[in-house]
């Protein structure tokens, strides 16, 4: 079975500064592993996806995520964060079962960006 | 183009009414996804339409839940008799998935959320 963990329910950084936001994960076998950002009142929104290609994953609004097998993470990186940032992450990871993407997601962690 | 749309945005029941939540998907997509977050937390998968075939209901809490998709487009999530526990986030989720290449680790389609509607059960 698939599962993700992320590490830390808050983050907090200034505006300018690097965020990571980290995840770890679980599979029986390699995993397609997504990103998706949800703000307020809005849906969820897809960032960045892996899927077996390049292990350094480049997404939207300079988002990055590096999957690393060794230690079965795919953390969330940018080199510096806008206020706009400022929302809900869910690290999810894609269970196959009966030939369709049911996705498991993690229980999210939120970005808060101060000026 | 139209995104995936949910309606009400908002619904407040009193315990023990029954709520019908709908959901509008991205026209022309066969694979239809219904969520269920609870406050707090992340998305939980309920159930699995692929045109009118509900193929996977393994996530519904209770023979309470019902979703149906008659007709391959919108789909309504009804809930009998609420519960206090059943106050959350309904997300509704659609995509372009056709048989066969779901089980392709590169094939993955793209699954675009509607904004939820947010239950609240009094």
């Known amino acids: 079975a698939q599962s993700v963990t992320q590490l830390d329910s808050h983050v907090s950084v200034s505006e300018g500064t690097p965020v990571l936001l980290r995840c770890n994960y679980s599979s029986s076998y390699s995993p397609s592993l997504f990103w998706y950002v949800q703000h307020p009142n809005k849906g969820l929104q897809l960032l960045l996806k892996y899927t077996s290609a390049a292990t350094l994953v480049k997404g939207i609004n300079g988002f990055e995520a590096e999957f690393k097998k060794s230690e079965t993470s795919f953390h969330l990186t940018k080199p510096s964060a806008h206020m706009s940032d400022a929302a809900e992450y869910f690290c999810v990871v894609r269970g196959v079962s009966g030939g369709y993407n049911k996705l498991i997601f993690g229980a999210g962690t939120r970005l808060a960006v101060h000026p | 183009g139209a995104g995936v749309s949910q309606s009400p945005r908002y619904k407040v029941a009193k315990r023990g009414q029954d709520v019908a939540l709908r959901c509008d998907p991205i026209?022309?997509?066969?694979?239809l996804f219904w969520y269920q977050q609870a406050l707090g937390q992340g998305p939980e998968f309920l159930t699995y339409f692929q045109n009118e075939a509900q193929l996977d209901k393994s996530g519904l809490p209770s023979d309470r839940f019902f979703a149906e998709r008659p007709e391959g487009s919108v789909s309504t999530l009804k809930i009998q008799r609420t519960q206090q526990e059943d106050s959350a986030v309904y997300l509704c989720a659609s995509s372009s998935h056709k048989p066969g290449q779901g089980a392709k680790r590169s094939s993955y389609n793209e699954q675009f959320f509607g904004p939820g509607t947010r239950l609240t059960v009094l």
């Open positions: 026209s022309g997509h066969v694979s």
